[in-house]
Each structure stands twice: as structure tokens, then as C-alpha cells.
Nanobody
Framework: QVQLVESGGGLVQAGGSLRLSCAASGSIFSINLMGWFRQAPGKQRELVAQMPNGANTNYADSVKGRFTISRDNAKNTVYLQMNSLRPEDTAVYYC???????????????WGQGTQVTVSS
């Protein structure tokens, strides 16, 4: 069974920074994509950033130049460095991965439990 565990959320003032981490554990053969989504109250979940294997990194327009996604393959971990935070970045942030759990098993989608990020004005 694969689990994604997030950490690093919290309360920060506008203009501040936070770094989110998400580590995958369990039976993992390969990780094909790592990324982050967020969901603000009353809004749909939206893509923040993602890193597919062998493809370009994607960012939402609203976070370009402020957020940076990175990954440590040896630790099965994805990070989201968030700088110049704004009140509109307030949301629950979810990590997202596409993982082949075992050789010959299909690619499956996994989500973290979510971590709250609150940016005060």
C-alpha cells in the first residue's frame, strides 16, 4: 500500500515563505509524476505545479515566478517552495503522484492528506 505524507503547512504573513514536503512510502516500483494541487474554500481543486518524468515542469500562471517544485527521487519526495505568498494562496495543498506500485501493476493515482496554508494580509 502506498501512502503520501505531507508536511510544512502553516500560517504566514503576506510576502513570507513556506516549504511543503510530501514523501511517498510503501510498495513503489516507479513514480512517473509528482505534483501539487490546492483547494480554497468554495472553489474547485486546481493544479499548482507538477513534474512529469522526462517532461517539462508545469506551473499555474498564478504561481509562476513565486513557487518552485522540486523532487528527490532517492527519497520519493516532492517539495514546493512558496515565496512571496499572497492571501489568495490560502488553501489546502495536496500532493499528487502517479505511481506504479509493483512491476506489472498498472499506473495508479495517489493523493496526500492535505496541509493547510494560510496567508494573512
Amino acid at each position: 500500500q502506498v501512502q503520501l505524507v505531507e508536511s510544512g503547512g502553516g500560517l504566514v504573513q503576506a510576502g513570507g515563505s513556506l516549504r511543503l514536503s510530501c514523501a511517498a512510502s510503501g510498495s513503489i516500483f516507479s513514480i512517473n509524476l509528482m505534483g501539487w494541487f490546492r483547494q480554497a474554500p468554495g472553489k474547485q481543486r486546481e493544479l499548482v505545479a507538477q513534474m512529469p518524468n522526462g517532461a517539462n515542469t508545469n506551473y499555474a500562471d498564478s504561481v509562476k515566478g513565486r513557487f518552485t517544485i522540486s523532487r528527490d527521487n532517492a527519497k520519493n519526495t516532492v517539495y514546493l517552495q512558496m515565496n512571496s505568498l499572497r492571501p489568495e494562496d490560502t488553501a489546502v495543498y495536496y500532493c499528487h503522484m502517479l505511481i506504479v506500485p509493483q512491476r506489472w501493476r498498472p499506473l495508479s493515482e495517489y493523493w496526500g492528506q492535505g496541509t493547510q496554508v494560510t496567508v494573512s494580509s
